[in-house]
């Protein structure tokens, strides 16, 4: 079952001469439990892509659609619950709120949201990437790849739909990034969610079930 169809997918930026094509008639499915990273040069259209499947942008023409909703038929407001309740988001740059503690920041899409939280499924997270001794602490307190664990707890805690993951082991060593790298395909495998991952690193990339690699704003390789 795909969990992530996308179809004729573009988007320009400029106009004339000046005109830029970020994503230049983009197919692409994932399937559900799949763990796919996406690679390419820098400017290639990797992160819009991968912003288009949050629905952090909008698109000049085409279709996403991400479990069964179509993000270009939601308004503003709609696109907002979408990202809550569906998509959990990692970041090379952690987006940790530096005022709460690691616990508060990983319950903290479950406040947004009004959501009642799981406390078991929750734990398991915690213990799994071993934070458990970290939960009454700040991020500023913490290493980057407890940063980064704390990052990816939080975006699993709503139980989204797809983990949509950009250089998540850019600001980390080569020993963290691959930490970092494989606890993320084991909660993949744990819990069964749809991972698309963007790296410029390939030996990150071979661990993924498949690679999509990109040039120009469109996928060279499938």
Known sequence: MDIITICNLKKYYGSGERIVRALDGVNLTVAQGEFIAIVGASGCGKTTLLNMMGGLDRPASGEVIVDGVNLASLKEAQL???????????????????????EENIYFPLDLDCSTPDRKYLREI??????????????EQLSGGQKQRAAIARALAAKPSVILADEPTGNLD?????????????????WHRTL??????????????RVIRMQDGRITEN
Request: aromatic share 8%; glycine share 6%.
């Open 80 to 102: 907002a619950v979408f990202r809550r309740k569906k998509a959990g988001f990692i970041f090379q740059n952690y987006n940790l709120v530096p005022t709460l503690t690691v």
């Open 174 to 190: 080569s020993k963290n990034g691959q930490n970092v790298a494989g606890l993320l395909k084991m909660t993949t495998e744990i």
């Open 126 to 139: 915690i213990e799994l990437l071993g934070l458990q001794d970290k939960l009454d602490v700040f991020p």
């Open 196 to 209: 698309v991952m963007v790296t410029h690193n390939p030996e990150l990339a071979q661990m993924a079930d």
